[in-house]
């Protein structure tokens, strides 16, 4: 008998199981992706995509979820519910879409925000099928040059430069080259990363699985035996880089994508990773950044959707239940509620009050010409940051809830970042640019330069810059020769503190004042001499200038002080409890989070944060269908292959 319950409990939990991860309908499939058509050059046709202002009316009918934020993340989980039936509405408050994928132009210059090169976009690999499939294949990217970063150390006569190159071998043998003596340290380092780039879905699965059975694996130590990413994922990169040489060179190579923490405080797998994402090549999108948003938002909008921007959402409408809802559907449902209660009273009938919650509807409120705007949907996904999210969006008795302070202490607020963007009369060969990347940095030790520069005060800071990034947008794309002739661009960034401008937050955008203006010239007059030093024939062909600082990256951006990697990167955030506990739910019903505080930052990070927010919503793991897929498309590449022998004899 007993043996027979057993058998029973364990055919319905095989077969739930089966149901979960291969049961549901896959919002992916090789016919949704189509053959790439022309790039689209009219402004005006693409301003009706990327620049579609809110207006209520513009709102699609019977939404099954809203997305507060166009950035990367949250437009990913959107194509992916769209790519199911979902009608979903993304709501934008700068006045285009695209978060940090978005471009500006000014005085005929093209420039990025905050994508400069993207990697792992080789054939049949993960992050290309992603990328194919929110985008049904119109979305083409531009390979750069096998050297795809330069790395300048010191100043001067001790000054020292490396090269790094992409390839599945050449990017450790290059590397060997340049550090002979080290050989042993570089083969080591890339044994580690192989492993973290191997084993990184199992970090991602602890999002994914029950909470109670992802701590349990930990705790227990279960985890531990199945893979040391869980151990790495939370030892910090100075350690691991000492542990492999004490060459502090080779330290700035294993450590040098500065993102606001220093090597000491963040997870060597994160920077590990960091390398990785490059190591089968650096690639650009053709068309510019904003091609990402442009190609995703029409996926959207082809099953029933809609991206709209100006559209700054106020609130998140939550209910006495701590469920996200909309006041004024509720108000209409409790009237009902009272008037089928009358007739059920009158009929000796009884209305079970914890059933009422079903029909609540949530909502968000928008600020539309000084009124509230409300609009519902039973689904909201938040792409505006934890602290957004939490401390801003939520009504404040909802803000101060154990559960939800909780939340939130788990991050801290990220560095701010300062961009400096450059345009001149000039083209890429007279200037003596490429697509090459270069990153540079005054000394060798990273933890030093950093903890000194953010300990400094606001007057000392800009005069000390100790590490910069530089590129040359116009250059990586061959497009910009047609769509802009004769003229090239350069972004520089900085990592910087919030409070060194925080005087100037509550003055209007782009009417902050001389002292402002000459404050943020400082950094940058400081950081085009550095770039000078490298690219001589820069000075002269200077005609446009423009800065931005975090102050500028909160008011087009929303991002919380500036920080353009949202919630700080710390080793903290990455341990593997407080990894397994931050997840895409919240503590509010119906309330999800996506982008960069789901998994980790930049372009990447936020797009798989996108990826499992819509494995949250859905209740269905999206990348069992993204391996699946890329099984079928190996088996179409090898019968092709077999049908091209076939001919040929």
């Known amino acids: 008998m007993w043996l027979l319950v057993l058998l029973m409990w364990f055919l319905v939990w095989a077969g739930g199981t089966y149901w979960y991860l291969f049961g549901k309908p896959s919002p992916f499939s090789l016919e949704s992706v ?47 519910l769209a790519k199911l039936g979902k009608r979903v509405l993304v709501l934008e408050q700068h006045d285009q879409a695209g978060g940090c994928c978005h471009t500006f132009t000014e005085k005929g210059f093209e420039f990025d925000v905050g994508l400069h090169y993207i990697g792992q976009l080789h054939e049949n690999s993960l992050f290309k099928i992603i990328m194919d499939q929110i985008t049904e294949g119109q979305l083409q990217f531009v390979e750069l040059d096998k050297h795809f970063d330069t790395l300048v150390i010191g100043s001067g006569e001790k000054i020292r430069k490396y090269t790094i190159y992409s390839g599945k071998t050449e990017m450790e ?36 699985i029950p909470q109670w059975m992802a701590l349990f694996l930990l705790k227990s130590g279960i985890a531990d035996l199945c893979s040391s990413i869980f151990h790495l994922v939370g030892t910090n990169a100075t350690a691991v880089a000492n542990s492999l040489t004490s060459n502090k060179d080779l330290h700035i190579i294993f450590n040098y994508f500065f993102y606001g923490v220093p090597p000491k405080q963040s997870s060597s797998v994160i920077n590990l990773l960091m390398l990785h994402h490059y190591k089968r090549g650096a690639y ?68 079970n009050p914890s059933k009422t919650e079903l029909l609540i509807i949530p909502g968000v409120t928008v600020k539309k010409d000084q009124e509230d705007v409300e609009v519902q949907a039973p689904v909201i996904i938040s792409n505006c940051g934890v602290f957004n999210t939490f401390q801003k969006l939520l009504p404040a008795h909802i803000q101060t809830k154990p559960e939800i302070q909780k939340r939130v202490n788990m991050m801290r607020p990220g560095r701010g ?14 200037l003596g640019i490429n697509s090459t990347n270069t990153w540079l940095f005054k000394s060798n030790d990273m933890d030093a330069m950093m903890d000194e520069f953010f ?38 960034l900085l990592m910087v503190k919030y409070e060194w401008f925080e005087e100037w937050k509550d003055a209007p955008v782009r009417k902050r004042g001389d002292d402002y203006l000459a404050y943020k010239m400082r950094f940058a007059n400081n950081a085009f001499d550095w770039a000078c030093s490298q690219f001589p024939k820069l000075r002269d062909k200077l005609v446009f200038q423009e800065v931005s600082t975090p102050l500028s990256n909160a008011h087009y951006l929303g991002s919380y002080l500036g920080a353009m990697y949202s919630a700080e990167q710390n080793l903290e955030r990455f341990q593997v409890e407080a990894m397994a506990r931050n997840r895409c739910d919240t503590p509010v019903k119906n309330l999800f989070i996506s982008g960069q505080d789901v998994f980790s930052s ?20 999206v990348y069992i269908d993204l391996l699946m897929l890329k099984k079928k498309l190996k088996r179409k590449k090898a019968s092709g292959a077999d049908e091209q022998v076939k001919k040929r004899l």
């Not at 409790?334 to 009273?345: E, F, G, H, K, R």
Request: aromatic share 6%; with cysteine.
């Open 602 to 621: 930049g372009i990447a990070g936020a797009l798989h944060g996108g990826l499992l927010c819509a494995s949250t919503v859905l209740k269905h793991i």
């Open 455 to 492: 300990s400094m005060g606001k007057d000392e800071a800009p005069d000390n810059i100790p590490m910069m990034y530089l590129t040359f947008p116009s250059a990586k794309d061959p497009t910009s020769k047609i769509r802009h002739p004769g003229k090239s661009c350069m972004t520089m």
């Open 34 to 80: 189509r053959p790439p058509g022309p790039l689209e050059l009219d402004r005006e046709k693409r301003s009706k995509i990327l620049k579609q202002g809110f207006r209520k009316e513009k709102v699609p009918e019977n939404l099954d979820a809203i997305v507060i934020g166009s950035g990367i993340g949250g437009m990913t989980a959107a194509a992916t």
């Open 173 to 208: 043998e290059h590397l060997k080259a340049q550090f002979p003596d080290d050989t042993k340290a570089v083969e080591e380092f890339f044994k580690i990363m192989k492993i973290s780039a191997s084993k990184t879905h199992l970090l991602a699965a602890l999002k994914l």
């Open 417 to 430: 970042c300062l961009l400096v963007f450059s345009g001149f009369d000039a083209t890429q060969e007279g």
């Open 284 to 351: 650009y999108p053709k068309g510019g950044a904003s091609e990402i948003p442009f190609h995703i938002a029409k996926v959207i909008q082809k099953y029933g959707g809609r991206v709209l921007v100006r559209a700054p959402v106020n609130h998140i409408l939550v209910n006495s239940k701590g469920a996200a809802y909309d006041t004024t559907a509720s108000a209409r449902i409790s009237a009902c509620l009272v008037d089928i209660s009358s007739w059920m009273t009158a009929h000796q009938l009884k209305l």
